[in-house]
């Protein structure tokens, strides 16, 4: 497996809740935000058209363990790891820390799926050269 993508965010008033702590359904934005730029560096992408066909990499499960709160202004590092490589699938693991200090856990696994002509989705086998990129 390769080191993990490191990328930071900056807690914004708007993602506290009344407590003055980052909301939680908030943490699930941090993540997808992480997992974009991550694909990114690799030159892939969530959401892409290719040869006249549409793919994308949707949701099917997520999650999030919390452990220490964040709060306004603080500057967060998330940590994104591919944990799994399956056929049609791929999990990451995100780990949140403030200036060393872990914050969370989550895991979000998305699944390869390509655009029908009457416009749903069906899964598809995770092509080789993506493959590659995301085990590193």
Known sequence: MRTPFETTRRVEFGDTDMAGIVHFANFFR????AETDF???????VSWQEGGRRYG????????DYSKPARFGDLLTIAVTVEKVGTKSVTYRH?????????AVGR????YVEKTPDGG???ADIPADFRAKLEG
């Open 95 to 103: 780990e949140f820390s403030r200036d060393g200090v872990a914050l």
């Open 57 to 64: 990499l949707p949701r099917v499960s997520a999650s999030c």
């Open 108 to 111: 979000i696994t998305a699944v």
């Open 39 to 45: 694909l990114r560096s690799l030159g892939l992408s």
């Open 121 to 123: 989705m069906r899964s």
């Open 30 to 33: 941090y993540m997808e935000a």
